[in-house]
């Protein structure tokens, strides 16, 4: 049972629009990662946090940007949505514990289409 | 640069017939290894994972993968595949040392007919 929650599962809105996607987690878990995910194709590291004032551009230059206000929640904001942001976007979360080997966990994740 | 190769795009399988789905990655230095499973329009779920030791590392649903440092590969197994195993299946590498920064594969679809 998912303990990342990722609101809503399927966005279709306009261009230009403003848009946030929401991600939550119960756990506690410090690090918290957005990854981008088009069909047939690896999943990308957009952002990541460390934690709380904690935010990073990952390896895909992405338009969107994120905050961490509170260590459960990591929201994703695109100012003026376009086609091309039109892909899956996957959330996730892990814990210390296990330093760098500590798995991810996934929420459901968000499938955005930009018409 | 790390990067890690899933072989297969797709893998057609019958019921109760064994798979292997592969992987091989690229690094120098220590990795952690991670299968995941996506079944349709969900996240991923970890099956399995490989920090140390042993390097047959069995996970859920009763599949089970290998680390063979010497071919940079932690390929999956099943003896026996069932209609449920229908999914997509990644494999992933977090470089030691590293902030849990997970290289993906492109992923390999494993179909499974009656």
């Known amino acids: 049972e998912a303990d990342i929650y990722q609101t809503p599962r399927y966005l279709v809105i306009g261009t230009g629009k403003k848009i946030t996607l929401e991600c939550s987690q119960t756990?506690?878990?410090?690090?918290m990662y957005w990854y981008q995910q088009d069909p047939g194709m690896e999943l990308h590291l957009i952002h990541y946090?460390?934690?709380?004032?904690?935010?990073e551009k990952g390896d895909l230059s992405s338009e969107s940007t994120v905050s961490r206000i509170r260590t459960e929640h990591f929201p994703l904001t695109l100012e003026s949505a376009r086609p091309s942001h039109t892909s899956q976007y996957l959330c996730a979360s892990s814990a210390p514990g296990q330093g760098s080997g500590s798995p991810l966990h996934f929420g459901n994740g968000t499938r955005l289409t930009v018409t | 640069a790390q990067s890690v190769t899933q072989l297969d795009s797709q893998v057609p399988v019958f019921e109760e017939a064994p798979v292997e789905l592969r992987c091989n990655y690229s690094s120098s230095v220590s990795v952690y290894l991670f299968w995941y499973v996506q079944y349709p329009n969900q996240g991923l779920q970890l099956l399995l994972k490989?920090?140390?030791?042993?390097?047959l590392v069995k996970g859920i649903n009763g599949f089970e993968a290998e680390f063979n440092k010497s071919q940079t590969s932690f390929h999956l197994r099943k003896p026996s595949v069932h209609i449920s195993d229908t999914a997509e299946y990644f494999c992933a590498v977090i470089i030691s040392g590293g902030y849990n920064k997970l290289i993906f594969g492109a992923g390999t679809r494993l179909a499974v007919h009656p």
């Open positions: 756990m506690g878990h410090d690090k």
């Open positions: 946090s460390y934690g709380v004032n904690s935010t």
């Open positions: 490989y920090l140390s030791g042993s390097t």
